[in-house]
């Protein structure tokens, strides 16, 4: 085939847009070779290890000719030269590279049968080159162009955006899905959550009624996690990522692909690293997080914290705790993370610590509102669930029912718009804690002792008790989740099966 058959436009095409004297990376022998494998065996696309998609080829011609071969193969049909012919007969650019008879020619010396996966991967590789060039140049035309905002920051995170496209191979995936391809991504979330045993078909949360209620962390959901200080919210969240992360780590040691666990990103802006890690090592190690940090600890404890610190060394859970950071900022960090370890839940903690791009920093409300957007955004571009945490306002203090509502959402209602599910961590054992009375020591007085007796049968009922109020939920139903928490080691587990406490009405207000 010579280079007369094989014509190059370069000034007919908006990807072919190069500075004069410069082509774009292509390939067009390699093209036409791989078409004619595929026009001779149509398996060799079956057998194909490299995503190639139409796009991918820089011909105009050749990226019809392989989305037609694509439709027809996919209706089982028999893909020839001659089969083709009644769809491009009436082609004018393809009549200038010789008509129909061109797609004889492509099959002509099979050549590209001997290495079919070499040309797809160069086909594809010399696609993102030509991506590149484009993030790069709109980069370049960006930074020049000074008549619009100067926003610089804006403009690397836009270049960051694109350039994790490109390293995903996701650039020109943008189009609308068909309802074939959406319909089938939603039917293997539900093989997956049958395969569970009907409980969860997204992430865990490592809390089985957790787990139950909400069918898992799905991609691309924002999960905003909200409770009054105290109520111990930060410890959920913590538990909920290290069960995650261990989850992953334990089925990869055994061999399990299909796993509901993921590596972990964890930004945290209010507390450090080695604060988060050491919650985690009382956690597991069964000791006080207060006696770790005054060293309060026997030998027996200590050894009892190095093993767990050992079996913890390969968690992949990965804390950032930098403060301060703009919504842009974690976005950046969140794409590398992706792009790294593959990261498959993202945790803030929490919301209203992280910073807006600057234009709406007059404005507080209109700030979070960015900042939710923001998550949301993350979670779908990345395809992960993202579990934010916020914080309540005190109006829930000045109402006889602490029980937190959507209404308490501190500063905006965007953040209930947002996001898929908004869940609310109560512990009632906190505020009857607090309404301690007089303790009856060296007193005769009845109403004393009947006062504290009451108080002490009333605290006997919720200690230890905590809920989960799942106030909104897109995929299903809201209702509360009654768990066990241990304030000593800062520990939320499922309740025990006998304990008459688990029983909860699945239905709010």
């Known amino acids: 085939m010579s280079d007369e058959d094989l014509l190059v436009r370069p000034d007919t095409d908006s990807a072919s847009a190069t500075p004069v004297g410069r082509s774009l990376p292509a390939n067009i022998e390699a093209e036409a070779a791989f078409l004619g494998a595929v026009l001779i065996d149509n398996r060799v696309i079956e057998e194909l290890q490299t995503p190639i998609r139409a796009d991918h080829f820089f011909e105009p011609v050749h990226q019809r000719v392989y989305e037609r071969v694509l439709t ?8 020839t030269p001659v089969t083709l012919k009644p769809y491009f007969e009436a082609d004018e650019a393809l009549k200038e590279l010789g008509g129909i008879t061109y797609l004889a020619r492509l099959t002509a010396d099979g050549q590209g049968l001997l290495a079919p996966r070499e040309l797809a991967e160069q086909i594809y590789d010399l696609a993102l080159l030509r991506e590149l060039v484009t993030v790069g140049r709109t980069l370049v035309e960006g930074a020049l162009d000074t008549s619009e905002d100067v926003a610089p920051m804006q403009q690397i995170e836009e270049a960051e955006a694109s350039l994790f496209k490109v390293a995903e191979g996701a650039a020109g995936q943008n189009e609308a899905s068909s309802f074939s391809t959406a319909s089938q991504k939603a039917l293997g979330m539900i093989e997956s959550a049958i395969n569970s045993g009907g409980n969860i078909s997204g992430k865990t949360t490592g809390l089985t009624s957790i787990n139950q209620k909400i069918g898992g962390l799905h991609d691309s959901d924002l999960i905003i996690l909200a409770g009054r200080p105290g109520m111990g919210k930060t410890s959920l969240v913590t538990n909920i990522a290290f069960n995650c992360a261990d989850r992953f780590l334990r089925d990869q040691a055994d061999g399990i692909e299909d796993t509901v666990g993921a590596p ?14 050491t919650r985690i090592l009382s956690e597991q190690a069964a000791i006080s997080s207060e006696a770790l940090r005054m060293g309060k600890i026997s030998r027996e404890d200590f050894q009892q914290l190095s093993f767990a610190s050992q079996r913890l060394a390969e968690l992949p859970l990965y804390i950032d705790d930098t403060p301060a ?29 992280l910073q807006g791009s600057g234009r709406a920093n007059d404005n507080r409300v209109n700030e979070i509102s960015e900042i939710s957007r923001g998550l949301k955004t993350l ?7 993202v579990i934010a945490l916020s914080q309540l306002s005190r109006a829930v203090e000045q109402r006889e029912d602490k029980t937190p509502m959507l209404s308490d959402l501190r500063e905006s209602g965007s953040i209930e718009q947002d996001a898929d599910m908004v869940w609310f961590v109560y512990r009632e054992d906190y505020y009857v804690a607090s309404k301690e009375p007089k303790r009856p020591v060296e007193t ?50 499922d309740l025990a099966d006998d304990d008459p406490r688990a029983n909860y009405d699945s239905s709010i207000g």
């Open 72 to 79: 027809l193969l996919d209706r089982n049909a028999v893909v």
């Open 444 to 493: 005769d007085d009845q109403n004393v002792h009947e006062a504290y007796t009451a108080w002490m049968q009333e605290m006997e009922q919720v200690f230890g008790l905590a809920e989960l109020v799942v106030a909104k939920q897109r995929h299903g139903s809201t209702g509360k989740v009654r768990m066990k928490f241990e304030a000593r080691i800062t520990k939320f587990s």
């Open 379 to 385: 979670a779908k571009e990345l395809e992960v669930p």
């Open 325 to 353: 950071l703009t919504i842009a900022a974690l976005r950046t960090r969140a794409r590398r993370l992706k792009r790294k370890h593959d990261i498959g839940l993202i945790v803030v903690d929490y919301l209203q610590l």
């Open 264 to 277: 972990v990103a964890f930004f945290s802006l209010e507390m450090s690293a080695d604060q988060l890690a």
